[in-house]
């Protein structure tokens, strides 16, 4: 077990480097390089620029280098802990993130909760009552809630909020709080604020985790143990959360793996209907703008996230199933 | 072997059990009346070939029975003290029905390797069996076990007992499902074909295991088979049952060496024997199991016997007929009446 | 009697015995009554996506910021017998706002035709014609179905266009998914080893990696002046770049299977060549499930387009798609006044939900041990 962890831990600075190359790679790829858009900013702003000055700014930050070498210097910036400076916001990127970085790390964690208390309940009821009412409800909720962008349950929500109710479920605070100091009221507000977010979020998820489960639980009830635990005596409901629901939650603590990546996607995108204090906004406007060492920023810490996500459940599923426990 | 039990009470008696499974095609009759009794401290065992119901009547006895099957008819009357419950009367979910399962009637299941649950230890499932009826603490829950599994022979116990299913033998898994059916000392234990994925060094030991565990806790088997060899070895008296319906029953005796019925006596020629001739062709029985749908009307043995009376055997149903003391048989040649249509 | 039914219920078996693989899918598929329905949907969409002018009432790209925010004229057939109309749209100048507010009204009907002649367009570049399935009776006269945006364009013949654009991005991204899976799937499976290894990573990292994200990257990276078509190539091909992996995985999980199967090894025993082996013995096996999966994928690839050109970062206008069309129901005063923007999603959601009704009933249908 702790080889096996001290293992994926030795990968994970691996994996980070492969990453930040990738994106490297990526912000590199538009037209021009930052210099580019900063001279364009300047000027538009009614400031020039002399050309030995550019030169003088190319040769400071590298630009003439080769691709390789302008990769490490970014690379032994990043070590230092050093994100480079945002153009349009004229402020250090750590900074920009920093202030962000939590609240989005709180959305995903209360979306993922909530997805989980929702999809692992409402699956055991459906595979114990399969083809009742109940369960048929439930698989035409899941068809919709797969099929529904969440953008699109945002905007009808806070459409029909404000259509009928006038009220704005934007933000994560009432308007009073946004700037405030953090307090315990500020921090109730924003329980009181950020389920239903987590809860768009989290839809299409659940409607997947409620069909995996579902399945899941109804190939284990059918296996020999749960005859022999009946047969033991057992209360059917203790027996059911005892046995094959205790199993048929493992393969649902594998799907951590693909479905945290998702669950930030979506958080980026209903941050931005939702005009959520989010990373994902911040990336969608750095892409815009063409502020790529941000956009670049953001990228990796999307990618760190979501491998330390994946590794806390590859371990929780170590810990859950002894099978793969002792194989290691 | 003597019978020692004509005079007793049964502790089971199965009487004209009919299980049913309604399907989308159409309704099974997995078992179609099947009557037998088990006495206290004896071996019932029912042999067939699979798919001939020998297992859902035992479920039937549990009430495990899963859906769509269910108890069209019948009863299954089950000793309390003076009195007779009908377990075919009770709810599957019942206090009752949860109260015998386990305590009063154990199941020994038909493949040990699944029949543990993989992520729990085999001793964890084994306590909470002796927690639910015994009402026993942790501790000496988990002394018990330890106990039992000395019993039934595997050593290291107090190791062994935080295993996983997976980590032990075949033979081993199959001693502990034996381990955990015996924790509550059962009146009655279904054996469902206990030996049948095991190997066969292991699979004598195992009956071994079985006959002197019956003898030191004094408990009734039921036990299911699709080999008559084994059934010689153990039984007391045997219940020979074909497409759900019972051919003939009778002491073990009286079936090995007097068989009326002409499916008993072609499963008995199908046995090699240490004076079969090498390289002999076995004589198979001949044709094949019908399909569930497929029931043929009359006997339904009647497409593959040898003896079959035309016109007779193709329409009517022979009904159950006693010829001694305990055996019987159903079957126009030794004087079955036709059942009622 | 008894016999018939022996007879009867033997004809059966012999039916299912001769019948094709593909002819055993149908006939499961069938019963799905569902996704029959579901695929009926599809075939509609996909005859828009064929000729999107045919359906469309005008032209989707035809602004008049007079008409701004009209909302929808539903179609009626009757008026005393068959008559078609739709309300017409009363404008009135708000004194407050000097915003002008449409409604409808019903006792004033504009009548429409089916199949009357319109705008002329061309049919898949082959002919020029100007039927179109509906259209006002007085040509000069513009109807709004569906209503008009802000600038006043009409949403039901924008919809037509864009289900054009939405529709073919989802099935290229995923032949192009498809492509890929197989190949790369069908390599790693086959040969193992080190090829095997160096996949497997592959796809592990590309499913790490959020999506939605990346595919904003790349295509915040595509240069501003590209045209419309190629900017919709690169983002089917972006689509694809994450999308081959799922298949990719289970395409080698079957081939891994499959190379133990007994016939196999008697094919390569009879001396088969490799490349024979694949196409002839192994590929069949699963081509009824790599379908399935592809009709899975395509809602998902459809739902990203959407996302990705609903933050502006994926097709571009003026080109239209449902994404581009939801563009418009992003600001939360303009939905309150004009509801009717939201009706693309709703498109959006109908085909998805087809998609996905079909993928499972296809593959329910083609796994040959279920019953």
Redesign the interface.
Known sequence: MTRYITHRLLLLPL?LL??SFV?FV??Q???GDFLTSYVATLSASGTSISAEQIQALRHQYGLDQPFVVQYLYWLRELLHGNFGLSLEYRRPNADLIGEQLGLTVALAVMSFVLTWIIAVPAGIYSATHQRSVVDHVLTVIN??G????N??LA??L??IA??YFGI?I?GLYSPEYTDAPWSMAKFVNLLEHIWLPALVIGIAGTARLTRIMRANLLDELN???V??????????WRLVLR?PA??AL?PLVSTI??Y???????S??VA??MNLPNI?PL??RA??N?DMYL?GA??LI??FL??VG?LLSDIALAM????IR?GM | MPLTHTATEPLLSVRGLHVAFRMDEGTVHAVDGVSFDVHPGQVVGIVGESGCGKSVTTRAVLQLIDPPGRIAGGEILYRQGDAFIDLARQSPRSRLMRDLRGADIALIPQEPMVAFSPVHTVGAQIVEALMLHERLSRNAARDRTVELFRDVGISMAETRIDAYSWQLSGGLRQRAMIAMALSCKPRLLIADEPTTAIDVTTQAQILALLRDLKQKYQTAIIFITHDLGVIAQMANFVVVMYLGRVMEEGPVDDIFHAPKHPYTKALLRSIPSLQTEARTVLPAISGTLPHPFNRPSGCPFHPRCTDMVPGRCTTLVPALRALGPRQAVSCFLHGSEAEPA | MQLDATVAAGAVEERIAVASNWTLIWWRFRRHRLALFSAGVLICLYIVVLCPDFFATQDPQQTDARQAFIPTQPLHLFDGGWNPWVPAIVGKRNPITLRMEWTTDPSRKTHIEFFTHGQPYRVLGLFTTSIHLIGATDPAQRIFLLGSDRLGRDQWSRIMHGTQTSMTVGLVAVTLSVILGVVLGGISGYFGGIIDQVIQRLIELLQSVPTIPVWLALSAALPRDWTPTQVFLAITVILSLVGWTTLGREVRGRFLALREEDFVLAARLAGCGRMRIILRHMMPTFLSHIIATSSLAIPVAIISETSLSFLGLGIRPPAISWGVLLQEAQNIQTLALAPWLLIPGLVVIVAVLAFNLVGDGLRDASDPYSH
């Open positions: 994996l492969v990453y994106i990526i912000i790829a538009p037209p068809y919709i797969v099929a529904t962008p953008f699109m905007l009808i806070m459409w404000f259509a704005s934007t296996k020999p143990y005859v022999t635990a009946r047969a033991k005596g057992l209360r059917e046995y205790r199993l493992n793996g693909w945290l990546p998702q669950l930030f996607s979506g980026l995108i931005t209907v994902g990336l969608l892409l815009i063409q956009a953001i990228l999307y990618s979501t491998i994946t859950m199933d002894p099978r002792m």
